[in-house]
Nanobody, 128 residues
Framework: QVQLVESGGGLVQAGGSLRLSCAAS????????MGWFRQAPGKEREFVAA????????RYADSVKGRFTISRDNAKNTVYLQMSSLKPEDTAVYFC?????????????????????WGQGTQVTVSS
């Protein structure tokens, strides 16, 4: 059974940092894509960042570019989202997602549709 488990969320003041983790189990995604999305109350789920598990291209939403960094640890089968200079508008539930095989340009993965595995989400709250 494939599972994605997020952790690392919490309450932080504006300007602070958090690192989210997404531990994958049940399979590896060595030929796939990992992504982070977020959903604020009353809003649709939106793309945050994505990367090929094998390395290379990454993609970020304009709203987080320069502040967030996606990375992975092959040995731990874990993907990270390092978030810095956090703003109140970053408050949301953050989800990691995985597509087991990547046939498309990284830009294709800014949509939630290609992903076939999702975590349960972790709450990030940024106070002003």
């Amino acid at each position: 059974q494939v599972q994605l488990v997020e952790s690392g969320g919490g309450l932080v003041q504006a300007g602070g940092s958090l690192r989210l983790s997404c531990a994958a189990s049940g399979r590896t995604f060595s030929r796939g894509v990992m992504g982070w999305f977020r959903q604020a109350p009353g809003k649709e789920r939106e793309f945050v960042a994505a990367m090929y598990w094998s390395g290379g291209s990454t993609r970020y939403a304009d709203s987080v570019k320069g502040r967030f960094t996606i990375s992975r640890d092959n040995a731990k089968n874990t993907v990270y989202l390092q978030m810095s200079s956090l703003k109140p508008e970053d408050t949301a539930v953050y989800f990691c997602a995985a597509d087991s095989l990547s046939y498309h340009d990284i830009g294709y993965y800014t949509s939630p549709l290609p992903y076939n595995y999702w975590g349960q989400g972790t709450q990030v709250t940024v106070s002003s």
